[in-house]
């Protein structure tokens, strides 16, 4: 017997506006599929040999995604500066040299990976150190762990320290040798990675461009994240109109890129991005951690042509939980209505939506991921219902883990197998 059913509350997202909950629902998987997801009373009677969890204390939500983080960054979350240039060189690249040490990088790859999951993560989109033997360590550990991502090492060839860059033929080398040990092992799928304009050449990144072309590989990269960022890529570029232009003359705007922050966008750019079907990983904490800026996610959700996630940013983001960072996307949609910036707030349905099957699109596997549709994986959390506050509607249920959701998870699984529980 390989049926497992799960009875508990249960809430997905079927679409961006559409919410369904079942509040004494079954979630059945078998072979780390989802075979059934329905109102118990029905679930039951049909298949009457699985094997039961009675969870009608707890509600179900599909595995969280992550589309943006840094795996190298995590020993530097609080560590606060003015602006994300001055971060990257006073913190950041600091923090990143000591990635040439192996056991360094194991440990902090597994508390990573482990801390992710503990917050109710099952899918990222990972930012590997700039070291092509220290980013094989974090696959394999990423392998070991059974944690599903998109990682590439990172790629940088100027305007950083010298331990940190690679020339331009042996980075795309290395990242020819990782894909081709990597992609497709297990959870695994490599992500070419050059880290932003301001760090890479023009010859970079149109071999990370050639290279996504021949392969087929996604790619993920920074675009637009603060004012002084801008600045400094159109110094380095003045003969681009904008920072997209600079990415779209190396082949890199295409339906398999996943960008981030994406705060400062023209129209021009916006309808671009649009049309290429390019993904954008929104980091609300990390933005307002380092004064980016508010990115305007109500009105990039409105023009209806953006796959659109949600990103934890570590390590200038600090959640453990992509709800949390779900949470303030809802907030900070407020706070540019009510400063007269936005004409309405991201509902709750959108929210939720973005940080599962909204998530799962942006990295291009809602077609396996991100809700509960019967053939997907079986990627969910267990959340822990306060008895102070039980669900019985969809708007409640919705309320109870956005706002508090991210402090009861008490187990996560991947396929069926549960990756963490809390003690």
Known sequence: MSERLYR???????DRERIEFIPDGCLVVDNGRILACGDCATILSTYPSAQIFDWRDSLLIPGLVDAHA???????????????????????????????????????????????????TTTLAVYAPPHEDAADTCFRVAGQIGIRVLMGMTLMDSNAPAALLTDVDEAIAATDRLASRWHG???????????????????????????AKQ???????????????????????PDCPDYT???????LITDRTIVAHCVYLSSSELDRLGTANVAIAHCPLSNVYL??????????????????????????????????????????????RMFGLATRIATMEEAFYLATLGGATAVGLADTIGNFAVGKYADFVRIEIPPYRVPTTAQQALELVLYTGSDNIVATAIEGELLWQRV
């Open 245 to 251: 232009s600079v990415y779209e003359r190396a082949g």
């Open 291 to 336: 004064q980016s800026g508010l990115m305007p996610l109500v009105e990039y959700l409105d023009r209806a042509v953006f796959r659109i996630g949600l990103g934890t940013d570590i390590g200038a983001g600090y959640a453990a939980s992509i709800l949390d960072e779900a949470r303030a996307a809802r907030e900070q949609s407020k706070v540019r």
């Open 8 to 14: 508990a509350a249960v809430l997905h997202a079927l």
């Open 70 to 120: 840094h795996l190298p960054q995590l020993g530097a979350i609080g560590c606060d500066r003015e602006d994300l240039l001055r971060w990257l060189d006073e913190v950041i690249f600091p923090h990143e040299a000591r990635f040439a040490d192996i056991d360094y990088t194991r440990r902090i790859a597994e508390a990573f990976f482990r801390r992710a999951i503990a917050g109710g």
């Open 185 to 211: 092992v297990g959870r695994i799928q490599y992500c070419i990675t050059p880290r932003f304009a301001g760090s890479c050449s023009r010859e970079l990144l149109r071999r990370c461009g050639d290279l």
């Open 215 to 237: 392969t087929g590989l996604p790619i993920q990269t920074h675009l637009a994240e603060s004012p002084a960022e801008l600045r400094f890529v159109s110094e380095l570029f």
